[in-house]
């Protein structure tokens, strides 16, 4: 997929959800929360799957790894932060649903761990030469 096609998939995506949303919080529409952050789900769900191929392709035996590109660890947290996105938007829509009574601060939980790994990539993106020593 060339870049244009994901940033157009991205802007599509994006929009339909924020139009959704702001159906919702207007209340022109009753859908269901999960109804509504299904754009995001299906566009996290694409990206998933684009990364785990991507991993995959790693693991062959002979693959060699060109200059400059991201290590495997790279993308195992691109992963884990995918996820834990999605984790943090099913326990917000189960909030909003009512299914379950459980206090916003643990709902935000996943979204406090992709933030703090943001950070310490960002960390070791500024100061490269530190975690080589």
Not at 2 to 7: D, E, F, H
Not at 19 to 45: E, H, R, S, T, Y
Not at 90 to 119: D, N, Y
């Amino acid at each position: 997929m060339s870049l244009a096609q994901r940033v157009l998939l991205t802007w599509i995506f994006t929009l339909v959800f924020l139009i959704m949303l702001v159906l919702k919080l207007d209340g022109k529409v009753q859908w269901n929360w999960f109804l509504i952050f299904l754009p995001a789900w299906v566009f996290d769900g694409i990206l998933v799957l684009m990364l785990a191929i991507k991993m995959a392709g790693r693991c062959k035996p002979g693959y060699e790894a060109r200059h400059g590109s991201p290590d495997l660890r790279l993308h195992a947290w691109y992963l884990t932060a995918m996820l834990l996105k999605l984790a943090f938007c099913l326990t917000l829509c189960a909030k909003l649903e009512r299914l379950f009574h459980l206090q916003l601060s643990f709902v935000c939980i996943p979204l406090w761990a992709v933030l703090l790994g943001a950070l310490v990539q960002l960390g070791l993106n500024i100061f490269p030469d530190r975690r080589e020593a």
